[in-house]
Structure formats: structure tokens, C-alpha cells
Nanobody, 123 residues
Framework: QVHLVESGGGLVQPGGSLRLSCVAS????????MAWFRQAPGKEREFVAA????????FSADSVKGRFTISRDSAKNTVYLQMNSLKPDDTAVYYC????????????????WGQGTQVTVSS
């Protein structure tokens, strides 16, 4: 059974940075797409960024392009989300997700989910 554990959330001022981590276990992740989604209070969960483990091809939402970077460390079975130039609108619970094969921006593509980590951007 695939298990995902996020960490790295917290309170940061506007313009600041955070790096989220997602440690994956229980699968052969070379064949997976890993992604980050987020959910703000009262809003639907939305796609942030994704990476295909095999070729490190990445794609991200327009709202975070140029500010957020997704990457992975195969030796540690860990996916990262580096978040720079954070804005109050980035405040949300951030979730790590995984699926076998080619994932997309569609939330229904993903089979496995972590419990989430809170990111709050406020002065």
C-alpha cells in the first residue's frame, strides 16, 4: 500500500519561502506521477504541480508558475515543492498525491493521498 507523508508547512510572511516534502513508501515510484494539490478554506482542492518520476517532466498551474518548483529525490523517495514569493492567496492545506503512470492536472487522476500540511501566508 502506497503511503505519503507531507511535512514542511508553517506560517510565513508574504514574499517568503517554504519547502514542502512528501516521503513516499510502499510502491515502485519510477512508474508514478507525483503531484501537489492545495485546498483553501471554502474552496475546492486544486492542482498545483506534478512530476513524472521516470523522466522528471514537470507541469504546474498558471497561478504558481515562476514561483513554485516541484522536484524529486529518488534516493530518498521524496518529492519536494519549493515555494517562493509566497502570497496570502497561497494559504491552504497542501496535499501530496500519487498515481501509477501518467498523471494530469485532474484530481480524479490520483489514487493515493497524504494527510496534508498547512501553509499560512500572513504578516
Amino acid at each position: 500500500q502506497v503511503h505519503l507523508v507531507e511535512s514542511g508547512g508553517g506560517l510565513v510572511q508574504p514574499g517568503g519561502s517554504l519547502r514542502l516534502s512528501c516521503v513516499a513508501s510502499g510502491g515502485t515510484f519510477s512508474r508514478y506521477t507525483m503531484a501537489w494539490f492545495r485546498q483553501a478554506p471554502g474552496k475546492e482542492r486544486e492542482f498545483v504541480a506534478a512530476i513524472r518520476w521516470s523522466d522528471t517532466n514537470t507541469f504546474s498551474a498558471d497561478s504558481v508558475k515562476g514561483r513554485f518548483t516541484i522536484s524529486r529525490d529518488s534516493a530518498k523517495n521524496t518529492v519536494y515543492l519549493q515555494m517562493n514569493s509566497l502570497k496570502p492567496d497561497d494559504t491552504a492545506v497542501y496535499y501530496c498525491a500519487a498515481t501509477r503512470g501518467i498523471g494530469t492536472m485532474n484530481i480524479r487522476t490520483y489514487t493515493y493521498w497524504g494527510q496534508g500540511t498547512q501553509v499560512t501566508v500572513s504578516s
